[in-house]
């Protein structure tokens, strides 16, 4: 009997995929929209971190959210109140975005209209970061709770990210988390990433972020 024939498809839609990926970093590039993808597991803080960003830069820039979620709208109306455009992609089950949706999601809030659109990718430290979205950089990040072993576990997310922001650093007291440790592990991975200690809870070093994020855009239009 002959044996079963077995389809790669991951491969062929991860080619194509970097082809279209490839293609809208281009488009953007043209426009001058400055997109960062942001990457994390649910509740890390992805959220949190861009109501805090926003109120430091939406003075200076023109900055628009898409917010992808498997379902709900709660995070593009929290988003929209803070004084910025947002929509919400619904993934109806996928656990990642990629490039045709997020150009989708770019068409939808008019890209051209911003100098700098941040993207919350879908909450997960293991399918975003296989799939390029197009944007222009990847931050991702890490929650204290989450444990400093993560890059151990998810090397591919902290070798695909150019910053890491690592969130709840309020509630190191209460862990076991070692700074140090963590440290070791990404830049292990990832010798140049560039790592930022942060809480969107209190603020603290949110406003090295947005430093970050503001040369980033300089540097780019
Ligand atoms: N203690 C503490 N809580 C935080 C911090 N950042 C976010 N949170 C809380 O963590 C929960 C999830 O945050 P959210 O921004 O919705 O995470 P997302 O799912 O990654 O978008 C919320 O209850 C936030 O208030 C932080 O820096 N410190
Ligand atoms: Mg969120």
């Known amino acids: 009997m002959e044996e079963v024939k077995l389809i790669q498809i991951k491969e062929n839609i991860l080619s194509d995929n970097d082809q279209a990926a490839g293609?809208?970093?281009?488009?953007?590039?043209?426009?001058?929209?400055?997109?960062?993808?942001?990457?994390?597991?649910p509740g890390a803080g992805k959220t949190s971190l861009l109501l805090q960003t926003i109120r430091r830069l939406k003075d200076e820039l023109r900055i628009g959210v898409i917010e992808a979620d498997i379902d709900s709208v709660v995070d593009?109306?929290?988003i929209r109140n803070s004084g910025v455009a947002a929509v919400q992609l619904r993934t109806g089950g996928f656990c990642h975005l990629d490039a045709a949706m997020v150009q989708a999601g770019l068409e939808g809030i008019g890209s051209k209209d911003f100098d700098?659109?941040?993207?919350?990718?879908?909450?997960?430290?293991?399918?975003?970061?296989?799939?390029?979205?197009?944007?222009?950089?990847?931050?991702?990040i890490l929650s204290v709770p989450e444990g400093d072993d993560k890059p151990l576990k998810y090397p591919l997310m902290f070798t695909v990210s150019d910053i890491l922001l690592v969130n709840k650093t309020d509630m190191i007291h209460m862990t076991d988390f070692d700074?140090?440790?963590?440290?070791?592990?990404?830049?292990?991975?990832?010798?140049?990433?560039?790592?930022?200690?942060?809480?969107?809870?209190?603020?603290d070093n949110i406003d090295l972020w947005a430093d970050w994020v503001r040369r980033a855009v300089k540097n780019f239009s």
Do not use: W, Y
Request: proline content about 3%; overall charge neutral; glycine content about 6%.
């Open 23 to 41: 293609q809208l970093r281009e488009k953007l590039r043209a426009e001058k929209t400055f997109v960062i993808n942001l990457m994390a597991s």
């Open 76 to 78: 593009a109306e929290k």
């Open 116 to 140: 700098l659109i941040f993207i919350e990718n879908v909450g997960n430290l293991v399918c975003p970061a296989e799939f390029d979205t197009g944007a222009i950089k990847n931050a991702m």
């Open 179 to 203: 700074m140090a440790v963590l440290r070791k592990h990404v830049l292990g991975l990832h010798p140049d990433m560039e790592i930022l200690e942060v809480s969107a809870k209190t603020g």
